[in-house]
């Protein structure tokens, strides 16, 4: 059957090889932890929002400047990235692997696919903050996925980070934006790919030092052995 890739399964393998490897190997996740319903909430609004400037050939003035290209046109496209079941998808016949992912968004520059992300966060990002190698990993993705799929992928993505700033009567909530290029490749995509692979097919790695949860699993796997 093989190995079935997600952007998120392969951060996992960035965070953590060992992590990974078990979950993959020996069905042994990492706890789940409570997660809101309004980052979910937000990501269809802020779609619904984007769609409406797409109807006009347009881009939401918070982005406008901001960004290269134009959103893609073709609205039933779009639909069909967006979902998990109808995404984009990519199978690597001598890796054993499929590599799948759902795009909130994407640009068109020259040609060129870029992939857009939109992010909800509680305050302003700031840069340095260790995030953009986790999000890199993601955009990377999408571009050797489009790619793959024959839609040229273009050297950059879009990260747009969406935040509160203050509320207002009737329940309005102004949200400030930031828009933040990320340098994508294709080639570091794959070597991801590859890297993941030979790592699920080779022995149990050793616990990450930094890693909170593999003290938690060395236990739970001394349980099961």
Partial sequence: MGYRFSPTSLNLFLNCPR???LQFNRDIHRPKTFFPSLP?????????YYDRYRSQNELPPEIDGRVRGRLVGDQKLMD?????????KV??????????GALDDCLIDAGEYLPLDYKTRGFKPEKGNGMEPYYR????CYALLLETEGFSAGPRG???YYYPISVYGQGTVKFGVETVEIEVDVG?????????AACLNGPEPAAHARCEYCGWQSRLVSEFD
């Fill in 19 to 21: 992590c990974f490897w």
């Fill in 40 to 48: 979910g909430g937000m990501d269809l609004a802020i779609k619904d």
């Fill in 80 to 88: 069909r990235w967006r979902n998990w079941k109808t995404g984009l």
């Fill in 91 to 100: 199978s690597i016949v001598e890796l054993d692997v499929t590599l799948f």
């Fill in 137 to 140: 990993n993601q955009l990377d």
């Fill in 158 to 160: 879009y990260l747009v």
């Fill in 188 to 196: 570091r995509a794959r070597k991801t790919v590859e890297r993941a």
